[in-house]
Each structure stands twice: as structure tokens, then as C-alpha cells.
């Protein structure tokens, strides 16, 4: 994130970030998500689950799972960046699902919140000029959705909050000027910390609505189980950005402890597009070998 980034997700809790995804990735990402059925009662794409919550709302998923180039939104180069400044070099994704709306989608009610009592993990702080959070969420917009066609809500600065919201806050029984609408353009990402309490405004546009979520967190943090895996697709091949994102939950520097990675696969997440080892992660790394060799020598 640059300083502006940087000054509004404190701010804010999100960011919006433009012209994430080229045309061609747009039109790309769509055409696969495309001739579903489900406003009819079918299902016509081959996707593990596919599933029509009500005449408006569906869900298709786990997204790790479904056919590229849907999948590969996972480990999209534009995003990685941010995602690691604020989860660390160790990030894994946790979660994901396309979510398709049509008119007459109702609101989806306000959630989360900075209560880590309830959820430990969920949790976020600035330290020494640098953010930390257990649980990052992008969401891929792949239509619009203006200002005056629904979409995203959020309570701006509710991720910092000390306080739950209000059950009638919450439920859209009232609704003020603390809830956001946050109109976008496709092909952009909106990246919220989870902590932030958000949902959905009711969905008004004629056309439908379709976003990709991933949910991302620190490498110590498993929000929901089971954790996805690249054996979860037999036979399929991943790179190695993906293998690497896709991993359970650890407590102490996975990529560097063997476990059947290579060197290559050992270094920090986007080493193929220049990135390295952060300067803490590798001055532990070294205290730890030196540590296995004088125990070595010992024995």
C-alpha cells in the first residue's frame, strides 16, 4: 500500500482498489460463470457445489475448487501485495465462492466487528506504523454495482470499534449515515479486514450481480474447516504461488521447516516476481538452523 492506501484502510477498514482485473480477465472470469441455470431450478455448470439460497441469491464454491480461470483469482499478482503488508509473508487463503444476485435480492444483515472476545483470530491493531490483522477479505466485482443499485455495506471504522453494533443497526432496522454504500466499476476489488462490520445492500440493478470472495489470513489462523488443500482437486496442476497459499494453518515458519517444499517453494510467497524473505523471518530462520547444528554436533 502506498502512504494514501495505507491512511484510508486505517481510516475506513476497506480500500478500494481500481482496474484490478484487465478486460480480457473480466470477460474471461464471466464467460466461465456464465449459463448456471440457477434462476430456473438447474444447475448447469460443474462445480462442486452450486447452491440457489432463495430465487435471488446464490452461492458457487469452494472457489479453490472450481475451473480456472475462476481459481486463479486466488493468487492474483495485483493483490497479493497488499494482502501480505498487512497479514505477513506467511499468508494462506482460507476460503472462497463466487455469489451471484439478481433483483430482488433483499439486504444481507451487518456482521463482524472488532470483538476478538467472541473471535480471537478477528482481530486488528497498528504497531510501530504497521497494520495487523488475523482475517483479510477481497472481494473480485465482476459487474458493477453503483451507488444507487446495491452492493457492498459497511460501517466505516467499525473495524477499530469498541462496541458491538446494535441489533437494530444490525438487522436494517435503522439505517443511517454510519452505514456505507460503496459503489464500484467491474474489474475492481474491494479488500475490507474482516473486523470491519459489513453485509450487503439490497440488490436493485436489472442485470445480476456477481462478486468472488477469498478470504485470506495470517499463516497461524484457520477460520473455517476444513482447511482447503491442493489435493482437494486429484491430478490438477498448481503453481507453486498456489501451493503455497494453499496450506493448513502453522505456528512457526512452515515454508522453511522441509515438509517436502523446495528451496524455491521455501522463500516468500512471490519469489518467481522478485520478492524475498523479510529480514525478521530470516534472521529467525538462521538463529533456528545454527540452533539444529550445534544440537547436531552435539549428539
Request: with cysteine; aromatic share 10%; glycine share 8%.
Amino acid at each position: 500500500m502506498d502512504e494514501e492506501q495505507k491512511y484510508l484502510f486505517d481510516l475506513r477498514g476497506y480500500l478500494v482498489l481500481e482496474d484490478i482485473l484487465s478486460a480480457q480477465e473480466l470477460a474471461s472470469v464471466n464467460a466461465a460463470l456464465d449459463g448456471h441455470g440457477l434462476w430456473d431450478g438447474e444447475n448447469k455448470l460443474d462445480y462442486p457445489l452450486l447452491k440457489r439460497y432463495n430465487p435471488f441469491i446464490a452461492n458457487a464454491g469452494p472457489l479453490h475448487t472450481t475451473p480456472r480461470p475462476v481459481r486463479d483469482l486466488i493468487s492474483h499478482q495485483k493483490v497479493l501485495p497488499h494482502l501480505e503488508e498487512v497479514l505477513g509473508p506467511d499468508l494462506r487463503y482460507d476460503e472462497g465462492q463466487v455469489l451471484y444476485a439478481r433483483k430482488g435480492a433483499g439486504a444481507l444483515i451487518l456482521h463482524n466487528g472488532n470483538t476478538p472476545w467472541e473471535y480471537p483470530p478477528l482481530t486488528y491493531q497498528v504497531r510501530d506504523g504497521r497494520i495487523y490483522g488475523g482475517h483479510l477479505i477481497v472481494a473480485f466485482c465482476l459487474t458493477d454495482a453503483l451507488a444507487d443499485q446495491g452492493g457492498f455495506a459497511v460501517v466505516p471504522g467499525s473495524h477499530k470499534s469498541a462496541f458491538e453494533i446494535p441489533e437494530d443497526f444490525q438487522t436494517w432496522q435503522k439505517v443511517g449515515d454510519w452505514v456505507s454504500r460503496v459503489p464500484v466499476r467491474a474489474g475492481s476489488v474491494v479488500l475490507f479486514a474482516d473486523t470491519a462490520t459489513h453485509g450487503s445492500w439490497p440488490w436493485a440493478a436489472d442485470f445480476e450481480r456477481r462478486v468472488v470472495f477469498c478470504r485470506y489470513t495470517a499463516g497461524m489462523v484457520q477460520h473455517t474447516a476444513p482447511a482447503p488443500v491442493p489435493e482437494d482437486l486429484p491430478g490438477e496442476e498448481w503453481t507453486p504461488v498456489e501451493r503455497r497459499l494453499l496450506r493448513p494453518p502453522f505456528a512457526w515458519h512452515f515454508h522453511d521447516r522441509g515438509r517436502g517444499y523446495t528451496e524455491q517453494q521455501r522463500t516468500s510467497v512471490r519469489t518467481a516476481e522478485g520478492w524475498t524473505m523479510n529480514d525478521h523471518s530470516q534472521q529467525i530462520i538462521t538463529l533456528a538452523e545454527d540452533a539444529e547444528k550445534s544440537a547436531e554436533g552435539r549428539g
